[in-house]
Each structure stands twice: as structure tokens, then as C-alpha cells.
């Protein structure tokens, strides 16, 4: 059975930093690209963040260039999303997931077929 666990959601002020982390068990991980999304209520899945398999190439919204970066460890099975000078814009359930084909990286909501459970980012003005 595939597991994504994320883990470092919480409350912060705007301008703060919060640094998430996803865990993955139970497949091959070093093959897949993966992504971060987040959702806020009463709003579609939005793309954050992509990373290929082999971790060297990365993809970003635009609504969070230049502040979040998303990176991988394959010998740990964790990717991570650092996320810097956070907006209350940003507040959203965010989700890691993993693309559904090897070796293929995409900012589709679509193509991922296998997602963690969330975790809460609140960003208070």
C-alpha cells in the first residue's frame, strides 16, 4: 500500500516561513515526480510545486515563484516544501502527491494518482 504522510502545517504570521515535509512508503520513489498542492475552501486544487524524479528539475505557480522551494531526498523518500514570506493568500490545506507515470513530470492536478492526506497552513494577517 502506497503512504504519503505530510507533516509541517500550522499557524504563522504573515511574513513567516514553514517548511513541509512528505513522507512516502510502499513504492518506488526515486522514478516518480513529485508535486505539492494546496486547496483553500470553497476553491479548486491549485499546482504549487513539481519536482522531477531525479530532484534537478523544478516547477512553481506563480503565485509562489520566488518564495517556496520545493526539493526531494531519494534515500530519505521525503520531499519537502520550504515556503518563505508567507501571505494570508497562502492559507490552504496542502497536499503532496505523486505523478502517475514514471519519469514524467507535470503541473496537472490530474496526472497525480496518489495523495497524502494534508496538512493545515493558516496564515494570519
Known amino acids: 500500500q502506497v503512504q504519503l504522510v505530510e507533516s509541517g502545517g500550522g499557524l504563522v504570521q504573515a511574513g513567516d516561513s514553514l517548511r513541509l515535509s512528505c513522507a512516502v512508503s510502499g513504492r518506488t520513489f526515486s522514478n516518480r515526480a513529485m508535486g505539492w498542492f494546496r486547496q483553500a475552501p470553497g476553491k479548486e486544487r491549485e499546482f504549487v510545486a513539481a519536482i522531477n524524479s531525479g530532484g534537478g528539475r523544478t516547477y512553481y505557480g506563480d503565485s509562489v515563484k520566488g518564495r517556496f522551494t520545493i526539493s526531494r531526498d531519494n534515500a530519505k523518500n521525503t520531499v519537502y516544501l520550504q515556503m518563505n514570506s508567507l501571505k494570508p493568500e497562502d492559507t490552504a490545506v496542502y497536499y503532496c502527491?505523486?505523478?502517475?507515470?514514471?519519469?514524467?513530470?507535470?503541473?496537472?492536478?490530474?496526472?497525480?494518482?496518489?495523495w497524502g492526506q494534508g496538512t493545515q497552513v493558516t496564515v494570519s494577517s
Open positions: 502527491a505523486a505523478h502517475q507515470r514514471i519519469y514524467t513530470t507535470s503541473t496537472i492536478v490530474t496526472d497525480y494518482d496518489t
